[in-house]
């Protein structure tokens, strides 16, 4: 009886332990979501990365090995079809969409003179809400939650992994807050209207952009606008995104400075830390430019 008793006890041992090794397939579609999912996972698993942010999530295709990574996701966890509309029919299995979370601080997209198309694909609301830390801070409770659901016995990991992320969140975005509190109504443009959750969030507005938020072509009268909006003085930096040479047309003959914005963080490793490097490199380039004398 004692043998059975122990080889009992030892098969239950081994099965609790290939549940805690056997970490559930999660595919999440940006880096930023990627790495609010990685902090949760740690120790677990990692998700997979299906858009690397080199190119604009706002429209694209899937290659074949993504479609696959997403045929055997057991959860996929994506900001939802306002930034990537052209994803979701792509998923089939469960899915997370970020921005149907209940209580998501959402902002809908901004005014803009001229529109070269219909946004109604994407929806009425700004979709770069990652850009928030507050929509942050909520979605890792619920990612917590949801991965708890697909693997019961590593539940308590995740939430105590989603509250120390939830922590460090708060001590980087007391940090930004302080660092750009002095900026307060200092006027700037933006090429990519990309960037409204962080304005919102720690008391900045940009006062025109090029592009909206659904990554739209600028018409004739915008492309005024914000050359006007520049050369008259009105703003003291222009933020773009990496790459293209639009900006330097725009500012070509102005006192008006250029600075790289990311919100998709590629400039970083994938990973736990990307999506904290992002918002504090964003901080830093936003105070460096507008501060420069």
């Not at 081994?14 to 930023?32: G, N, Q, S, Y």
């Not at 693997?151 to 939430?159: L, Q």
């Not at 990519?192 to 962080?198: C, G, I, R, T, V």
């Not at 739209?216 to 003085?233: F, H, K, M, Q, W």
Request: proline share 7%; with cysteine; aromatic share 4%.
């Amino acid at each position: 009886m004692r043998r059975l008793a122990s080889a009992l006890s030892f098969i239950a041992m081994l099965i609790v332990t290939a549940a805690h090794a056997e970490a559930p397939r999660v595919v999440a579609d940006i880096p930023p979501v990627h790495s609010l999912v990685a902090q949760v996972m740690e120790g677990v698993g990692g998700p997979s990365l299906l858009l690397d942010g080199t190119a604009s999530p706002h429209g694209g295709s899937l290659r074949p090995s993504q479609a696959r990574a997403l045929a055997k996701a057991d959860l996929v966890i994506w900001m939802g079809e306002g930034l990537t509309p052209w994803l979701g029919k792509a998923i089939r299995g469960e899915a997370l969409s970020l921005l149907a979370v209940d209580s998501t601080h959402l902002l809908p997209l901004r005014d803009s003179d001229d529109h070269d198309h219909d946004h109604d694909h994407h929806g009425p609301n700004d979709p770069h809400a990652w850009l928030d830390p507050d929509n942050a801070r909520l979605w890792l409770g619920v990612v917590a939650d949801a991965l708890g659901r697909l693997d019961p016995p590593n539940a308590s990991v995740y939430a105590a992994n989603a509250a120390e992320a939830r922590s460090r969140l708060d001590s980087l975005q007391d940090d930004i807050t302080a660092r750009l509190a002095p900026l307060e109504g200092s006027r700037f443009a933006v090429a990519h209207d990309a960037f409204h959750y962080f304005e919102d969030r720690f008391g900045l507005e940009a006062i025109a952009a090029l592009s909206g938020a659904d990554g739209d072509r600028p018409g004739p009268s915008r492309v005024r606008a914000i050359r006007d909006a520049l050369s008259e003085g009105g703003a003291v930096c222009l933020f773009a995104e990496p790459g293209g040479t639009m900006p330097d047309r725009l500012t070509a003959g102005t006192d008006v400075r250029i600075a790289r914005l990311d919100p998709l963080g590629s400039a970083f490793d994938p990973g736990p830390m990307l999506y904290t490097q992002m918002l504090d490199d964003m901080a830093d380039t936003i105070a460096g430019c507008i501060g420069a004398e």
